[in-house]
């Protein structure tokens, strides 16, 4: 059988990321559930993470979010050095994070994660997506939520497959 685990790659607006952890928080489930968080929101949010860091393993992300394609022309020191200050912000929480979720898997990345003893994650697809049919007004917006969900539903299963995976939900986006 397909195994899933699930990744919230919680941005930087704590407002909708808390709304999006309570509302899986509400359903018992035994899907594997991690929490990827910037370093820039563990200094601000620190009473938040370590709420989360009660029932659900937290992990890193880099110290702040990229402009979308940004992230591979940044200069490899300076994503080593996010990742060192990301991993800081959460030891000074008493948290040790084993986890890594990068925007992109290069050799380097590779590199950095094992000189910090971090396990990348890779998702295998994530909701809304990032690449392929992409939600739209027409597609998905204008729909009501019980119309939504089943749409969502059958997008996820879809990109998961029969191996499963690793699905990520991106607490910024609204839906």
Excluded: C
């Amino acid at each position: 059988p397909a195994r899933v685990a699930l990744v919230v790659e919680v941005g930087m607006n704590a407002k909708m990321a808390h709304r999006l952890i309570e509302t899986i928080r509400a359903y018992r489930s035994h899907i594997p559930l991690s929490l990827f968080v910037y370093g820039d929101f563990a200094e601000m949010f620190p009473e938040i993470v370590l709420d989360w860091s009660i029932n659900h393993t937290i992990g890193v992300r880099e110290g702040h979010p990229y402009p979308p394609g940004h992230f591979d022309m940044v200069h490899p020191n300076w994503i080593r050095t996010n990742l060192i200050i990301s991993v800081l912000r959460l030891q000074e929480l008493d948290l040790q994070p084993a986890y890594y979720l990068p925007v992109n898997v290069t050799d380097q990345i590779i590199d950095v994660a094992k000189k910090r003893d971090l396990r990348i994650v890779q998702l295998k697809t994530s909701f809304p997506p990032r690449s392929g049919p992409l939600l739209t007004y027409d597609n998905y917006y204008q729909y009501r939520d019980v119309e939504r969900v089943p749409k969502a539903l059958r997008m996820i299963s879809s990109a998961l497959g029969r191996e499963g995976g690793v699905l990520g939900l991106d607490s910024d986006h609204p839906d």
